[in-house]
C-alpha cells in the first residue's frame, strides 16, 4: 500500500506540480493510514515529506479597474523550499558582489 502511496506523490511531484492541495491531501490521507496502523506504521517518513500551509493574498482586478485583494492556502514542500533558501542566498551574494564593486569605485 505504502508503494502505490509513493507512486501518487512521486507523480504529482513531477507531472503535476500544480496540483499542492491535491498532493497535499493525498499526504495527509498516507499519514492517517500510518497512524491507524499503530505500532507498525512509520510515520517518520512525513517530517521530510509533509507542506506547511502558508496564507497569502493575491490582488484581483475588477471590471472597473479597482483592486481587490483575496486571501489564499497556498503549500509550501520541502523540495520547494530548498529551492526557495538557495536563491535567497544567491541574491544576498549578488547583493553583496555589487555593494563591494561599488564601494571599490570611491576609493
Given at each position: 500500500m505504502e508503494e502505490i502511496f509513493d507512486r501518487a506523490n512521486t507523480c504529482y511531484?513531477?507531472?503535476t506540480p500544480e496540483l499542492k492541495e491535491e498532493r497535499a491531501t493525498l499526504l495527509e490521507d498516507w499519514l492517517?493510514?500510518?497512524t491507524s496502523f499503530g505500532k507498525l506504521g512509520d510515520v517518520s517518513v512525513f517530517n521530510s515529506k509533509l507542506p506547511k500551509k502558508l496564507k497569502k493574498i493575491k490582488p484581483i482586478t475588477r471590471e472597473d479597474g479597482s483592486t481587490e485583494y483575496e486571501e489564499?492556502?497556498?503549500y509550501?514542500?520541502?523540495?520547494e523550499?530548498?529551492?526557495t533558501n538557495l536563491k535567497i542566498l544567491e541574491a544576498a551574494y549578488k547583493?553583496?558582489?555589487?555593494?563591494?564593486a561599488t564601494s571599490k569605485d570611491y576609493d
Open positions: 511531484k513531477d507531472s492517517k493510514m500510518e489564499y492556502i497556498d509550501l514542500y520541502p523540495e523550499s530548498q529551492t547583493w553583496k558582489n555589487q555593494k563591494v
